[in-house]
């Protein structure tokens, strides 16, 4: 039988962690590895502690490299069939390793994801995601009476990939730092034949963060170099998403970000890339 790593990601929440290593600890296929890996350089040593403390490993990133750099980690770390990626705040039944694993088995399929809710509200909020003809992202939220759905990406929070394919597409773009890797690697594997895809009838949990304008057009930028969008339809999404966040800001009662969505553009156009030496917005 197919075996699976875990890639966990943590930042500044412990106490999260364990509760992930718990869960993982109950599920009905045992991983055979456990890569924690702490972007925030401060993990108490108790936080990995319990039922699958001899097969975790912890690597310290105080540098916060970024959700790309942590996936491909695994990459020399274990040598398993699949790797099951989790944030820290992941909430799952006991069967998701199975039911994800299952999927990947496939060798047809290149990742695989279960419909995601929000952790605070119960909310369905992602069953995998939409990429648009000018390079941008949307999650989908159609509920559908398949098993399996075919899409163009999955959240990262929580996905299982082949190892097969990670190998076959090169692993992970660490470039983008964060919040467009899981649609690139989607874009890449489909690009290579693979199918990405979410498994309907499996429910977890995450609460999605905040996309700040910044890095959200900068990398749309950046994937519309790479994957070879016209400029012209790329600037069209780039200044939809910004009207679509200036909205959401003036809402709010903040000014719109539109200095950090020039920023973004501009930076995306020089093909600067990876963690941001500001603040982004």
Do not use: C
């Amino acid at each position: 039988m197919s075996e699976y790593a875990v890639v966990l990601v943590s930042y500044q929440r412990p106490d999260l962690v364990r509760g992930v290593l718990a869960e993982l600890a109950k599920q009905t296929v045992a991983p055979s590895h456990v890569l924690v890996v702490d972007n925030s350089g401060d993990l108490p040593a108790e936080s990995v502690q319990g039922p699958l403390a001899s097969i975790t490993e912890v690597i310290e990133r105080p540098d916060n490299p970024g959700y790309g750099a942590a996936v491909n980690l695994a990459r020399d770390a274990s040598h398993s069939d699949n790797v099951l990626m989790l944030t820290h705040d992941a909430v799952f039944d006991d069967t998701l390793a199975e039911r994800l694993m299952k999927a990947v088995t496939n060798e047809a399929v290149g990742a695989a994801a279960p419909v995601l809710h929000r952790r605070s509200t119960g909310e369905l909020f992602s069953s995998g995601g939409s990429l648009t003809r000018g390079g941008r992202a949307y999650h989908r939220t159609a509920t559908e009476a398949e098993t399996t759905t075919a899409v163009d990406w999955v959240d990262g929070a929580i996905v299982m990939y082949s190892r097969a394919a990670l190998d076959a597409v090169g692993w992970l773009k660490e470039e983008y730092f964060l919040y467009f890797e899981d649609v690139e690697i989607g874009w890449r594997l489909r690009k290579h034949g693979y199918l990405v895809v979410v498994e309907n009838g499996t429910k977890a949990y995450q609460e999605p963060g905040a996309h700040p304008t910044y890095l959200g057009i900068r990398n749309m930028t950046l994937f519309a170099r790479e994957s070879g969008i016209p400029h012209l339809r790329s600037l069209g999404s780039a200044a939809r998403r910004t009207l679509e966040d200036s909205a959401v800001a003036v809402l709010h009662g903040h000014l719109p970000p539109l200095a950090a969505a020039w920023r973004g553009r501009r930076d995306g156009m020089r093909g600067r890339t990876g963690k941001p030496s500001h603040r982004p917005a």
